[in-house]
């Protein structure tokens, strides 16, 4: 069971992104603040849950949160500053539109560029670990997945509905015989199938 939150003193914020390793398309990141005792048995890791449960989940926590944010950094964004200063644009964009103010921030992962005065804790595995952390994760996919969706109407040759702009090799090969849309990050190697984030 995820535990409620990492400190106990102050409002905490849980922040998370997905996108990260796309080949197209914007960054998401998501801030959620739950109440100090909020249990719910259900949140995992957002990888870890179907497509149906994320989505049935979202409305969940979004009801129940005290208070939550959803932002992105478009892929223009990202090949003018990095994926690395995208991801932690994306959570302080999301933090920014809280309407609660955060005292400690709980991060998933190992690096994050702090937010204002708030001090914060990297936590590897963190949305496995903490109900805020999860929580954002499931928003900050949902929300991106549903964008991709979207686009995948205006350009259904690159399989966006399957693949949510991830480097399949469908999508790779789509690259190579249809070239790069707008969406896509120009800095990534989009056609290397060995494609590791540093």
């Known amino acids: ?10 409002t905490e914020a849980g922040c998370d992104e997905a996108g990260r390793g796309c080949l197209a398309g914007p960054v998401f ?11 719910n048995t259900l ?12 989505m ?4 969940v926590i979004e009801k ?16 003018n500053i990095n994926i690395l200063n995208a991801s932690y644009l994306a959570m302080h964009r999301a933090l920014d539109q809280l309407q609660t103010k ?13 937010y204002q005065d708030i001090p914060h ?26 964008y991709m969706h979207n686009l995948a ?9 399957s693949n949510k702009g991830y480097p399949t090799i469908k999508h790779r090969n789509a690259i190579l015989q249809h070239g790069i849309s707008p969406y896509h990050r120009k800095t990534f190697r989009v056609t290397d199938p060995q494609l590791k984030l540093f």
């Open 121 to 146: 804790q990297c936590i590897i595995k963190g949305d496995g670990k903490y109900l805020s952390i999860a929580a954002a994760s499931i928003l900050a996919k949902t929300y991106r997945d549903e």
């Open 1 to 10: 069971m995820l535990l409620s939150t990492f400190q106990r003193d102050v």
């Open 43 to 54: 949140l995992n890791d957002s990888k870890q849950l179907s497509e149906k449960k994320r």
């Open 64 to 79: 129940e949160a005290l208070d939550f944010a959803v932002a992105s950094v478009s892929a223009q964004e990202i090949d």
């Open 56 to 59: 049935s989940l979202r409305s």
């Open 153 to 161: 109407n205006e350009f259904p040759h690159y399989d966006w509905l």
């Open 29 to 39: 990141a998501a801030a959620v603040i739950f109440p100090a005792d909020y249990c």
């Open 102 to 114: 955060a005292a400690y921030i709980i991060v998933d992962g190992n690096r994050f560029k702090a």
